[in-house]
């Protein structure tokens, strides 16, 4: 059971972002959002300066400038965040993100980059409460719904917990059943399977991730499953 841990612990950071070289820690980042709102969600809801609102006004002018619409110019939000949070810089990836959500709250994507943040600092449970509200606006989601899985599948490797790996498994089905193609899904819901003794599934949703490039793949998931699953 040991080695398969590791192996799916493998799996979980590179398929993750990883925590590694991070430029700010959780205690530190806690400390400062109590005077800088901006590492917030939504702001932290609370109600803004004068300033602050004439500021805010500025940036969706100019926004509306170079994007055209309000969805598009938080769609772009959306994007430059993540950019962000792949180098490490969480604290610009969350100002993006809230200028995401400034410009179109109903954006369930800015949701999940909320999600992504507390996820890098294993705050599982603010993790969830963004992927949630992200999930009322777009039940479709299948990014979200594949990173909500994985706060599970990442619970059931540190911690163990039968439920954990049923609730991954049930939401990356969720996940699937939208956008079958979506190679992040599909070998963690292939690691699931392994981790489950399903050597059928498994192999099912691996070899379907490999059609589609296999980019997610690691060459320590691929020995382990042909050692157990392929005779």
């Not at 943040?117 to 992200?134: P, R």
């Not at 991730?209 to 020995?223: A, D, F, H, M, S």
């Amino acid at each position: 059971m040991k080695k398969v841990k590791v192996i799916l612990n493998v799996i979980l950071l590179t398929m993750s972002i990883g925590v590694f070289g991070q430029q700010i820690d959780y205690s530190s980042w806690r400390e400062e959002s109590k005077s800088n709102i901006r590492l917030l969600p939504e702001y932290g809801n609370v109600t803004k300066t004068k300033e602050q609102k004439e500021a805010d006004d500025d940036f969706i002018k100019l926004s509306l400038q170079q994007d055209g619409t309000r969805e598009k110019a938080s769609d772009h939000m959306v994007d430059l965040g993540f950019n962000y949070l792949y180098k490490k810089d969480l604290r610009i990836a969350m100002y993006r993100f809230n200028q995401a959500w400034l410009l179109n709250p109903k954006n369930e994507n800015a949701y999940w980059g909320f999600g992504a943040i507390y996820f890098m600092f294993n705050d599982f449970e603010n993790a969830m409460t963004q992927y949630s509200k992200g999930l009322r606006i777009n039940p479709k989601s299948s990014n979200i719904l594949t990173d909500k899985a994985t706060v599970y599948l990442t619970k059931f490797n540190t911690t163990g917990g039968k439920i954990n790996l049923d609730s991954a498994t049930s939401i990356f089905k969720r996940s699937y059943s939208i956008d079958p193609k979506n190679q992040n899904t599909l070998v963690k819901l292939s690691a699931c399977y392994f981790m489950n003794n399903n050597c059928n599934d498994a192999l099912k949703y691996y070899e379907e991730c490999q059609v589609l490039g296999g980019r997610p793949i690691t060459n320590e998931y691929t020995e382990a499953l042909k050692k157990k699953c392929v005779k």
